[in-house]
């Protein structure tokens, strides 16, 4: 994985309250530098520049109606961008939504070009579906950290596993370490723990275009997420 992807994603899960700014936007005239933080309409997140332990590079910006990563400034090639094809940028704008999904789109959201919640890191937060995508051909999982300094692709990863009876998996490299049994309908059978849940209404979809499970949140205000730590655990905090 891209080692640069993280850096949108993770910032996205700090919950920063103190800024005074207060746009949720990136447009093709408004890019953000480093300090710079924009947050989601309600203030649920934010997102902006960090470095986990001695990481240096972040910058980002928009170009051609792509947010694209530079590092230095706009004339050194790009790091990291949404490898979208915009022909116009004057109607595309970044967006970050109150769910924590960072969303490109044109024409006032009608056209979505790219969102945050296709490329997951080690986080999986509310309404954040996990699987595959069959009409993209597209994964959507889990994988962990390296170490707490170094978001970059660890030896875990967490995905639903469609051969056989559909499940999660949890993979260390390519070696299956934990999976979940099937799904009952209401769970799977290998985490009772489900059943009796106040919080999280989940949505099982298997079909010709999707197999994916997605944990939303029947309170909105709850706060909670779901992660594959660096050790292989899967961790949920609330
Ligand atoms: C930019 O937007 C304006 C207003 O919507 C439109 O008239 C113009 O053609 C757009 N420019 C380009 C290069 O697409
Ligand atoms: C960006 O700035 C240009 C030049 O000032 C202007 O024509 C255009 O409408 C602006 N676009 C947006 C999305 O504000
Ligand atoms: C991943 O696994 C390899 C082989 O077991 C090990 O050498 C390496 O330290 C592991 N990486 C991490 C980040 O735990
Ligand atoms: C889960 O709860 C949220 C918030 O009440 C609601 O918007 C959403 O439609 C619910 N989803 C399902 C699958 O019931
Ligand atoms: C992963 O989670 C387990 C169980 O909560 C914990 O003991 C372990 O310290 C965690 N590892 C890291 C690197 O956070």
């Known amino acids: 994985m891209n080692p640069v992807k993280w850096s949108l994603y993770t ?63 706009q004339r050194t090639a790009p790091v990291w961008s949404t490898n979208v094809l915009v022909t116009s940028t004057n109607n595309t704008v970044a967006q970050l939504l109150d769910s924590g999904n960072l969303v490109l789109a044109q024409n006032g959201a009608k056209n979505m070009l790219w969102q945050s919640f296709d490329h997951p890191t080690h986080t999986l937060l509310p309404f954040m579906k996990l699987g595959l995508d069959r009409r993209k051909d597209a994964d959507r999982f889990l994988t962990s950290w390296k170490s707490l300094d170094d978001p970059g692709t660890g030896n875990y990863s967490y995905r639903i596993d469609p051969s056989g009876f559909t499940q999660l998996s949890l993979y260390k490299g390519s070696v299956k370490w934990w999976r979940s049994g ?47 730590n660096k050790s292989g655990i899967v961790q949920r905090f609330t």
């Open 182 to 228: 099937s799904w009952t309908g209401q769970r799977w059978t290998g985490v009772p723990e489900m059943t009796h849940n106040y919080i999280f209404n989940v949505t099982f979809v298997n079909n010709k275009d999707e197999v994916s499970i997605m944990y939303g949140v029947t309170d909105l205000s709850v706060l909670t997420r779901m992660i594959v």
């Open 11 to 73: 910032l996205l899960v700090f919950h920063l309250f103190q800024f005074s700014t207060t746009i949720d936007t990136i447009t093709a005239n408004h890019s953000i530098r480093d300090c710079d933080v924009i947050f989601s309409g309600g203030r649920v997140f934010a997102l902006g520049f960090f470095s986990p332990g001695y990481s240096v590079k972040r910058y980002l910006g928009i170009c051609q109606g792509n947010l694209v990563l530079y590092e230095g400034n």
